[in-house]
């Protein structure tokens, strides 16, 4: 399958899959998410569930067990990865060329 | 008090509900056309109340969806498994400002919206072919009007004997004639709202000011 076409990421998407590569329910992808991006990402709540929805559709995360029945919890899925590692490989390319340009 | 009203655009509800909350009612209950309201003196100036549509078939799905809300400083006010509209109320003051925080999203509970009245029109569809298959009920008896009662010989009855006749069959008479056009403007009636919640989701898609974050869709 061809992952490409999952490129290029969204910054919030981007995120989003970075906080799960440590399982997680929805509140705490959402606090992660804020804490990597320095208080710049904030997702709403709705925002938030409407993502996981997606992802989940998409294949790029799953929900493993959980041990609150009234929280789900997520975690990315293998292909998830392996399209966090093409973002990580393009966005890597995009910053080497304006390194070299001094930017 | 409860009040009747009837919103087809969130927003616009959003912003009568808050106006509601300025005068001190504060939302308890929502349901098809109605709101209960408390009187509350004690609203916070901050004081913010919003909305989101979702259907959910699982019991799982939708206190998960409610935890988010609530670990993220929202409070669920109204709304059911089934019913839909789904009423928070912000209860933590470092939480967003809004249950969305991108227009996608935000967009997104009018497409919901949109589909629950399509596939209710196209529900109608079948149930119209099947009455109007049905002898009682076709369509050309409508130009017919005579035809529409069956009460043997009423058009020879004369003076109060017909007036009574008519009048009590008049009720079976329209139903019969006029039914499968009921079923007709039911339906462009939901198409209708379908169509007017998708124009709503196409403007919001591209409404920038209700964007503090980058779109979460991939």
Known sequence: MNLNKYLPL????????????????????MQKV???????????????????????????????ASPD????????????????????????????????RAL | MTVFKCFMDFKKE??????????????????????????????????SIKTDYRTFSKDGDYNNYLSLFEDSGWRHIAGGKWAGNQYFERVS??????????????AGRYKRYSYMWLSIAVAYLPLMVVYTQNWIVSPDKMFHFKELYLTP????????????????????????????????IIILLYAYCAIKSYRLYKKELKNITHQSVPNTKA
């Open chain 2, 153 to 184: 010989g009423l058009w020879d009855m004369k003076g109060a004997k017909f007036l009574l006749a008519f009048l009590f069959e008049t009720p079976f008479a329209l139903f019969r004639g006029y039914s499968s056009l009921i079923f007709f």
């Open chain 1, 69 to 100: 029945p009234r929280r789900k919890v997520y975690q990315i899925t293998q292909q998830g990865f392996e399209v966090l590692k093409l973002e990580a490989a393009r966005l890597r390319h995009l910053v080497l060329l304006a390194d070299q």
């Open chain 1, 34 to 64: 804020e804490e990597l991006s320095d208080g710049k990402v904030r997702i709403a709540a709705g925002t938030m569930y409407g993502a996981i929805e997606n992802l989940i559709k998409q294949g790029l995360i799953c929900s493993i």
């Open chain 1, 10 to 29: 969204t910054e919030t998407t981007y995120y989003i899959l970075l906080a799960l590569m440590e399982p997680g329910h929805g509140y705490y992808i």
């Open chain 2, 93 to 106: 003051p470092d939480a967003n400002d809004d249950i969305f925080s991108d227009s996608f999203s935000s």
């Open chain 2, 14 to 47: 959003e912003q009568w509900l808050l106006e509601m909350a300025r005068k001190g009612n504060r939302l308890i209950k929502a349901g098809n056309g109605y709101y209960k309201f408390i009187y509350d003196a004690n609203i916070p100036d901050n004081y």
